[in-house]
């Protein structure tokens, strides 16, 4: 797909809002602040697209952004759950399980963690949700920019250890907006998992 071409397509707040559930749909997910909106809008070459999909003073659960009209990309607002009272939260964490359980057209997930702090119980979780599954993840190291490459190297090699404790499908790479680090091998994910291949063996 061609990324550039993005539009803001609705938010929904339950899975039951979601837009009619074909083609195919990438979602990013990841702690608040872990860097998703910046990577969608750097992705897209659109600065403010990501942003726009929020709606003021409402939470909204899932933001949906078209690539065509098969093909979508999801953008789960994180979780920061500060001012949030408990029954909210567990509402948003039972829409979220619903939303990766039985969403048809989701073809993998995206989950970005800043790199100074991986493997948070939010990333954990939804490790687990995509390995029970069956649902590739591959994860982000977000702000590399932040680390020397010494240190950002050693975290790459620790998390694709890790990764290697889950069933197949878990993968990880280095990733900065700000320096446009691994924007290649995001968009290898993203094309392969966008893109149907099994309509050559039907
Ligand atoms: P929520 O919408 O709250 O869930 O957060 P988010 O995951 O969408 O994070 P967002 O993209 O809004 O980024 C959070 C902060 O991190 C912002 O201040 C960004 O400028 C900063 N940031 C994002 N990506 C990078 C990066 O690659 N490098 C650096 N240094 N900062 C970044
Ligand atoms: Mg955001």
Not at 11 to 26: H, I
Not at 106 to 128: A, H, S, T, V
Request: aromatic share 8%; proline share 5%.
């Amino acid at each position: 797909p061609d990324y550039r071409k993005a539009t803001f397509l609705q938010s929904a707040g339950k899975v039951s809002q979601c837009p009619t559930d074909t083609g195919w749909e990438v979602a990013f997910a990841g702690r608040s602040n872990a860097g998703k909106s910046s990577a969608i809008n750097s992705l897209t070459g659109q600065p403010k697209l990501a942003r726009t999909s929020k709606t003021p003073g409402r939470t909204q659960l899932l933001n949906f952004f078209a690539l065509s009209d098969r093909q979508r990309l999801v953008d789960l607002p994180g979780y920061g759950f500060a001012r949030v009272p408990k029954a909210v939260k567990d509402a948003w964490t039972r829409q979220l399980e619903k939303y990766l359980q039985e969403r048809q057209s989701l073809r993998g997930l995206i989950l970005l963690m800043d790199i100074r702090r991986p493997f948070q119980p939010f990333d954990l979780q939804m490790l687990e949700w995509g390995s029970a599954a069956g649902m590739p993840v591959h994860m982000l190291l977000t702000k590399a920019d932040k680390l020397k490459r010494g240190p950002a190297e050693a975290t790459l090699l620790q998390a694709r250890k890790r990764a290697e404790t889950y069933p197949e499908g878990m993968s990880v790479q280095l990733f900065s907006s700000l320096k446009h680090t691994g924007h290649k091998t995001l968009v290898g994910v993203l094309d392969a998992w966008l893109t149907d291949t099994s309509v050559l063996y039907d």
